[in-house]
């Protein structure tokens, strides 16, 4: 399975330069958050395959103008083709903004995710904003990463674990992927393809 990751600025390969064939040969697209819902939506409107989204801290606008045709994953799992993917949007606390959440906040509502995650018996792909802690973030409080999310990797251990936040332009130590114990760290900044 083929699946387009992106997050954080929108790409002018797939939104500029837009030719439908390039969309022709992905199964799936995940958003990682920080995205125009048109952009969204546009992607929506040409692709085969579904389009899961969470939130960033900058996509307050959702709650008016949601991207249409695309599917929210916050705080869900949505299984397709059997994949078991678990979304938390958002990023750490730095201004009380919406879509910002404290590590006691992030953890509560990772505890409110679980008997979805137990009930599918595990996850295969967390997608959240946020970076974990320690794993490609930032030593700023905004770009810090959530430890509760190390937390929910050691347990369940998914395959992929998905991200937006840190933009890869910040700096040349951030990763655009890299490895966990058994889950490979994908920084889905502007657009990735990676096949599961």
Not at 132 to 158: E, M, Q, T, W, Y
Request: aromatic share 12%.
């Amino acid at each position: 399975m083929k699946i387009l990751l992106l997050a954080d600025i929108e790409s002018k390969y797939y939104y500029d330069f837009f030719e439908k064939s390039k969309l022709d040969d992905i199964d799936l697209i995940i958003s990682a958050g920080d995205l125009e819902a048109d952009y969204l939506s546009f992607l929506a409107t040409y692709a085969k395959c579904p389009v899961l989204y969470v939130r960033g801290n900058h996509d307050s606008k959702y709650e008016e103008n949601p991207p249409e045709g695309c599917i929210p994953i916050d705080d869900k799992v949505y299984v397709y083709k059997g994949l078991r993917i678990a979304g938390l949007g958002g990023s750490m606390c730095y201004n009380y903004g919406s879509n910002q959440y404290t590590e006691r906040e992030m953890s509560a509502r990772i505890m409110k995710l679980m008997p979805k995650i137990l009930w599918h018996r595990g996850i295969d792909i967390l997608v959240t904003h946020a970076p974990a802690l320690n794993l490609n973030d930032g030593d700023d409080l905004p770009h810090r990463g959530f430890k509760c999310f190390v937390r929910l990797i050691d347990r369940f251990s998914p395959k992929m674990f998905i991200h937006g936040h840190v933009h890869m332009n910040y700096g040349r130590q951030y990763k655009r992927v890299d490895k966990y114990k058994n889950t490979t760290v994908i920084n889905a900044y502007e657009k990735y393809v990676v096949e599961i």
